[in-house]
């Protein structure tokens, strides 16, 4: 291993340190074993492109299934080793060619995270999301038990042990697929795209694991790498924002508990399934947000609509 491999360890170490001064992570950064570490970083030395899947590690030959031609200037080469044992070669590149951006299509939409409906679209849309750990639940019951039966150092605890990771594979592979492809059809569709800020932390103490199965970060983060690539806008807004409290109409607030389904307005009377009435809140707030104004609902909210939809023009 290069001295730049070393280097990069110490840089980890570092950003390890920033993050847990930072209050991004609670236990600092420990001693790791060496048989634990998955994965090491070449810089500008190392390694070599000998062709299509065909590369030069610390002058031993390696062929690799490339999934796509490698473009602009390399930067840095990561290897890394899953718990299946599998390698990965992952390439960082600078200098990269950007992608034309996706034609205009004029709309907007604002979306309400729920755990029934995972996304309630302003259009009146909803899309529901797999739950992949559910689904693949009794079959990780069923090896775990089976792991727990198995003596340390034995072959078998190591067979049963990539049993349990590749149902943990399968998991995160059918969730970063879907995401993958729900987030992009909802930014090639929508000029602007309007999220609420949730306390996911909170949301899991109260439903625990069905919140960690949908994955509604990861879903944000894609939506928002594919936004910024295919020059769209995403616009998060503050979480205290009263998206399911306040009507649509007359912006009247009123206590919505989670078993009322169906918001009935005490002022003007409009009814509306709860969620679809959030997706226009959220959108609306997005507006103001966009609009330099800021996303509060005052007395005078219809005013600052309009000087929203004219800003946005």
């Keep these: ?36 570490y998955r994965s090491f970083t070449l810089k500008q030395a190392g390694y070599k492109i000998l062709g299509h899947g065909k590369i030069n590690i610390l002058r031993r030959n390696y062929r690799f299934n490339q999934s796509r ?6 930067k840095t080469v990561t290897i890394r080793r899953d718990p299946l044992d599998d390698i990965y070669v992952t390439f960082s590149c600078d200098q990269v060619p950007q992608p034309d951006q996706a034609p205009k299509t004029g709309l907007s939409a604002g979306a309400d995270f729920g755990l029934k409906d995972f996304l309630t679209l302003s259009t009146g849309e909803r899309i529901t999301a797999p739950q992949p750990l559910k689904a693949q ?15 340390k150092g034995l072959k078998a605890r190591n067979r049963a042990r990539l049993e349990i990771a590749r149902v943990h594979r399968k998991v995160a592979n059918v969730r970063n697929d879907w995401q993958w492809k729900h987030a992009r059809e909802l930014v090639e569709r929508f000029d602007v795209l309007v999220f609420e800020t949730l ?13 960690s199965d949908l994955g509604f970060t990861d879903f944000l983060r894609k939506a928002e790498w594919l936004a910024r690539k295919l020059g769209r806008d995403l616009i998060k807004i503050d979480r205290w924002e009263p998206s399911t409290k306040a009507c649509r109409v007359c912006g009247r607030q009123r206590e919505m508990p989670l078993n009322m389904r169906m918001f009935v307005c005490e002022g003007c009377g409009h009814v509306e399934h709860r969620d679809e009435n959030a997706s226009h809140n959220i959108l609306e707030a997005g507006r103001r947000l966009r609009s330099g104004a800021s996303s509060k609902t005052t007395h005078g909210w219809q005013d600052a609509l309009v000087t929203a939809e004219s800003h946005a023009r």
């Design 1 to 36: 291993m290069g001295s730049q491999s070393v280097q990069a360890i110490t840089d980890r170490l570092y950003l390890a340190w920033e993050a847990f001064f930072a209050g991004d992570i609670k236990k600092p950064p420990t001693f790791r074993k060496r048989r634990k």
């Design 69 to 74: 031609a490698i473009t602009g200037a390399i």
């Design 137 to 151: 639940l009794r079959r990780l019951r069923k090896a775990q038990r089976v792991l727990s039966r198995k003596q």
């Design 199 to 211: 306390n996911l932390k909170g949301m899991q103490q109260l439903w625990g694991r069905k919140v």
